[in-house]
């Protein structure tokens, strides 16, 4: 499985942590930076490109990492085919596979502690999307709430 990784100057050391645990666990990890501290980067620079890798089936999921996790998931959003989901804990990194079938995680590094980050990734990598009916039809409403606004 490989896994697109993208952070800010905030989420960047969280990002490595992130990364070093997956790689140990056997994933590939595609990492579009941040690569080295700076004082200022913005997350958009970073969110795209990963989400972009994720959407065109280059990634099979993201991980997106900023100070808390929203600027992250609001850009990812915006890309076609994403369902990126702000996550705090880990029932909501279970719910988000099983029920919306999110394929981008979304952390904030200063509000989520390493050790919480680490356990949620894990969760989200591994829970499968249930497949229940109730649960495609309302991803197929977000699809075609994206197709009108976002076009083809």
Known sequence: MKIALG????????????KAALEKEGYETVDF???????????PDYALPASE??????CDFGILVCGT?????????KVKGIRCAHVTDCFSAEATRLHNDANV?????????????????????ETPYSG??????????????????CGE
């Open 132 to 149: 229940a009916e109730r649960h495609t039809r309302r991803i197929n409403k977000i699809a075609a709430i994206e197709k009108k606004y």
């Open 53 to 58: 890798a994720v959407a065109n089936g280059e």
């Open 7 to 18: 952070a800010d100057d905030a989420g960047r050391e969280l990002k490595d942590t992130i």
């Open 105 to 125: 995680l979304a952390l904030g590094a200063r509000v989520t502690g390493e050790g919480l980050a680490l356990k949620i990734v894990k969760t989200f990598l």
């Open 69 to 77: 996790g929203i600027g992250m998931s609001m850009c990812a959003n």
């Open 33 to 43: 930076g941040l690569y080295a501290p700076e004082r200022t980067a913005d997350y």
